[in-house]
């Protein structure tokens, strides 16, 4: 083998070891927030077909990853997250609940309507 394949394949090994450390980092910090609750409303939903670059998917069931976008009722930043397909089928647009995330990880949806006394909790 030439001697450049032992510097390609150790560059494709230190980038999987780095993402899997980011991953881990990312968790750990997730762990340690507080959680926290807002009301939301369901701003967007989305699935994307997941495609492998140079293949085709003729023939092939294709597979996606599913997304859905949470807008707070009082305003404030949108918020999207990556959910299960058993998830996604549960939820439409337009439907309002309490959301409880931790970190950047959606922790629960719940759906229901704030107080009716005009107070959101934080």
């Known amino acids: 083998m030439p001697w450049w394949w032992f510097i390609v394949m150790a560059l494709i090994a230190a980038m999987v070891v780095y993402q899997l450390w980011r991953n881990v980092q990312q968790r750990r910090w997730d762990h340690q927030q507080p959680m926290h609750k807002l009301w939301v409303r369901v701003s967007k939903l989305e699935e994307q077909p997941i495609t492998r670059p140079g293949k085709h998917n003729d023939g092939r069931q294709l597979r996606y990853r599913y997304f859905v976008e949470f807008s707070p009722l009082e305003g404030g930043q949108a ?38 006394d005009g107070t959101i909790e934080g």
């Open 79 to 116: 918020r999207r997250f990556t959910i299960k397909r058993s998830q996604y089928q549960q939820l439409d647009p337009n439907l309002r609940g309490e959301l409880t995330i931790q970190g950047s990880r959606l922790v629960r949806f719940e759906v229901g309507e704030p107080p009716s």
